[in-house]
């Protein structure tokens, strides 16, 4: 019996279909405009797809005042 789904597929098939899966969030997030997450020598920036970078603040999507209230909890 296989441990986990990587096992029962294949190690290379697994990784084809996370690749692809990538693939297709990468051009879905900029086919609508949205920023993408790039790391340039250490540090996390948001890329705008007018090209401008906005650095990601460590713990900044963790503060209470920054994160909507969804009714949730």
């Given at each position: 019996m296989?441990?986990?789904?990587?096992?029962?597929?294949?190690?290379?098939r697994?990784?084809?279909l996370?690749?692809?899966?990538m693939?297709k969030?990468?051009?879905?997030t900029?086919?609508?405009?949205?920023?993408?997450p790039?790391?340039?020598?250490?540090?996390?920036?948001?890329?705008?797809?007018?090209?401008?970078?906005e650095?990601?603040?460590?713990?900044?999507a963790?503060?209470?005042?920054?994160m909507?209230?969804f009714?949730?909890?």
């Amino acid at each position: 019996m296989a441990k986990s789904i990587i096992d029962a597929i294949g190690r290379e098939r697994a990784y084809k279909l996370m690749d692809d899966a990538m693939g297709k969030a990468a051009a879905d997030t900029k086919k609508l405009g949205l920023p993408e997450p790039v790391k340039i020598d250490g540090i996390w920036y948001r890329e705008f797809p007018d090209g401008h970078k906005e650095p990601i603040k460590i713990g900044s999507a963790t503060e209470p005042k920054k994160m909507l209230n969804f009714g949730i909890g």
